[in-house]
């Protein structure tokens, strides 16, 4: 089947339910092809094997684009989305399977893959004279951003494919940016590549104007609430 025992050492009391998968000993839930932690069912397919699928689609995830317009009506950019089509719930929502993957080591790979696939689609577009002037938003969670190589892993990604950092924008949340120590020397490697960068959720930590005056940020995006 596909349910494995979640490495506590207990061995084979795992059953092999569809949505009941668990070791016999801790109670700890994992499955060949998902994350799973403590006694609620929570699972997402990803990354176990190391393939990606047709069209930028892994394990069922995606990216979609939200447009961003200026004042004047004119589009200039867009905000990379990501969503997640399970193969029996339907569309999940990222508030569901985000916090499971920030709570894992998942959250990790998934940025990778964010990165690398919002990439391939500024050069897409930068390929098409109508659209090679949009700039792309890509959200930046605090573990990956945290992550000792995440700027080279960042500068391989636009090498790769071929893209003007300046079509780049990285989003950090404001508790990002306040809990890393090196923040001021990773914001500014970034900004002296091209990347552009804007702080989210503005207003939901402590930080002061005059704090926010000494980041190297191009954008700030000031919390709904």
């Known amino acids: 089947g596909g349910w494995r025992c979640c490495g506590c050492g207990d061995g084979g009391r795992c059953c092999s339910s569809r949505c009941g998968g668990f070791c016999g000993c ?73 916090a499971v993957a920030e709570e894992s080591e998942l959250i990790v790979p998934m940025g990778q893959w964010v990165l690398r696939t919002a990439c391939r689609q500024l050069a897409a577009w930068q390929a098409n004279p109508r659209l090679a002037g949009l700039q792309l938003s890509v959200n930046v969670s605090a573990r990956q951003f945290h992550q000792p190589d995440f700027v080279e892993s960042v500068t391989l990604a636009l090498l790769e494919c071929g893209v003007r950092p300046q079509l780049l924008k990285l989003e950090l949340t404001e508790s990002v940016v306040m809990a890393v120590g090196e923040t001021f020397d990773l914001l500014e490697r970034l900004r002296d590549l091209g990347i552009s960068l804007s702080l989210d959720d503005f207003g939901t930590g402590y930080s002061s104007l005059s704090y926010l005056k000494m980041l190297p940020v191009q954008q700030l995006k000031i919390d709904k609430s």
């Open 26 to 98: 801790c109670g700890r839930r994992r499955c060949r092809s998902g994350y799973w932690s403590g006694r609620r069912c929570r699972c997402f397919f990803f990354f176990a094997t190391g393939s990606e699928g047709s069209g930028g689609h892994q394990g069922g995830l995606a990216l979609h684009y939200q447009p961003q317009f200026a004042l004047g009506g004119q589009m200039v950019g867009a905000e990379a989305l990501l969503r997640w089509q399970h193969p029996q719930r339907g569309m999940v929502s990222p508030g569901e399977f985000i």
